[in-house]
């Protein structure tokens, strides 16, 4: 049986008017179904009402169609209004919560922010410009320092360039140094440079000029 017919036949069981059968079913449905249960709590204490009315009347014969028929639209209007109603998610109407406290703390910052740049903008400077000589001195510094770096580099390069060995080259045949024949070499201090009957070179010395060395 289901609730509707249950529901339809609680004024009967009620009343004990059923047949034992038909009283077992709606007596295991009652345990199992908590609607069905309040509803015939409802219809029990209704007929207890009736029975302790102290005048006794005489009912119209169509009375208990009339309220189990009330009963059951009663019943089924509640049904539709619990499935009809929406389920409210605890979760989602936190993170709602949450969503517009930010919302709200973010535009009390910009409104503070805003207060503060109006303040700054609408409030005269009087106090004096103090010069940066710390940032003017290193900016002067590193202008400087590439102009220093050259120097050095150019007075280190004169200076090997002038104490450098003195560069030997051959024009023709072969030139000997330290006894060895040699085409192009560098002629080191204490060593000595022989050409024959064939031979001719050029000594470059560094800052000076050039040595032509002609044959023997």
Request: charged letters at 30%.
């Amino acid at each position: 049986m289901n609730c509707e017919e249950i529901k339809i036949s609680l004024h009967d069981f009620v009343d004990e008017l059923l047949d034992d059968k038909r009283k077992r079913e709606i007596e295991a449905h009652l345990k199992t179904c908590n609607n069905c249960f309040a509803e015939y709590k409802r219809v029990k204490k209704f007929f207890d009402k009736l029975k302790n009315m102290p005048y006794t009347i005489e009912a119209p014969a169509n009375l208990v169609e009339i309220l189990s028929g009330e009963l059951l639209k009663k019943a089924v209007a509640e049904q539709q209004e619990e499935q009809t109603k929406p389920k409210v998610k605890i979760n989602k109407i936190k993170r709602e919560q949450v969503k517009q406290e930010k919302l709200l703390k973010n535009s009390r910052g910009a409104i503070r922010k805003s207060r503060v740049t109006k303040s700054i903008f609408t409030t005269k400077i009087s106090a004096p410009i103090v010069p940066r000589f710390g940032l003017e001195a290193r900016k002067t510094i590193l202008t400087l320092l590439p102009l220093v770096l050259f120097a050095v580099g150019y007075f280190i390069y004169d200076f090997l360039l002038i104490n450098s060995p003195w560069k030997v080259r051959t024009i023709t045949g072969n030139v000997i140094i330290n006894g060895q024949i040699r085409t192009t070499e560098r002629w080191q201090e204490n060593e000595s440079l022989v050409t024959d009957n064939y031979s001719k070179a050029v000594i470059n010395v560094p800052k000076t000029g050039r040595i032509e060395v002609d044959a023997n």
